[in-house]
């Protein structure tokens, strides 16, 4: 082991074997990342669970009581945070989780298995939740190709996915949060957004390693029924 320029001491995992490089390189950065450690001690299920601690601690919008969706929860460190922040271990709120994955219990959250772009998908969830929600979150990321654009375009895809059905089940005032990759793809992701929520901006959390293009967008003050709509349904006037 050697120390690495904060004075940790550095794992180097050996290649050989079965080993591939690059999960030679994964292991080692899980091993060294500190979140990944912090997340171990303090009990979270994976260290994404920081990164929305970090973005509520900013912005304030997980609050007791709520109805609250997750997208893509697997291994559940979001659930496990809002959860928390909600008050479900004292049966405030409601979470509504869901997963292509398997996901173990975690107290006050209803999970599924299921896949988010599944046709039967939105009327399983809108089903479960029983209702409205005020806030959706989604960490749902697809398996990646190693091609930047078609990752991009995939992840863009299952983002307008949530945008959509966030508009079929936010309460007015709601809140609407998504992991992103930076690209120039997402102009008109952006534009619907700021169309429907009263404040829309990205943030990429400390814990969001740095030398990855992945932020987050964050929607609050949820309009209630989107524009598009509305003037589709609007009488013509005569």
């Known amino acids: 082991m050697a120390k690495d320029t904060t004075g940790r001491l550095h794992v180097t995992v050996k290649t050989g074997g079965k080993r591939k490089l690059s999960s030679k390189l994964w292991l080692e950065r899980q091993l060294n990342d500190p979140y990944v450690a912090q997340a171990k001690r303090e009990g979270w299920r994976s260290r994404a669970a920081f990164k929305l601690i970090e973005i509520d601690d900013k912005y304030h919008f997980l609050k007791s009581g709520q109805t609250v969706v997750d997208l893509g929860a697997a291994p559940g460190g979001w659930s496990q945070v809002a959860a928390k922040r909600i008050g479900t271990a004292n049966g405030k709120g409601k979470i509504i989780a869901i997963d292509l994955l398997e996901m173990p219990e975690i107290p006050g959250v209803t999970f599924a298995q299921l896949d988010f772009l599944g046709s039967d998908a939105p009327a399983r969830l809108i089903e479960m939740i029983g209702g409205r929600a005020d806030v ?4 749902m990321a697809p398996n990646t190709t190693g091609h930047r654009k078609t990752d991009q375009l995939r992840i ?14 936010l309460n007015p005032g709601g809140t609407f949060v998504a992991k992103v990759f930076q690209s120039g793809a997402d102009a008109a992701l952006m534009t619907e957004l700021k169309r429907d929520y009263a404040t829309v901006r990205h943030v990429k959390p400390a814990s969001s390693r740095q030398d ?4 987050y967008v964050l929607a609050t003050g949820f309009r209630g029924q989107p524009a598009a709509r509305r003037e589709s349904t609007e009488t013509p006037s005569s």
């Open 136 to 139: 959706v979150l989604s960490d």
């Open 156 to 169: 863009l895809g299952l983002v307008e996915g949530a945008v959509a059905f966030a508009a079929e089940v």
């Open 212 to 215: 990855s293009s992945e932020r």
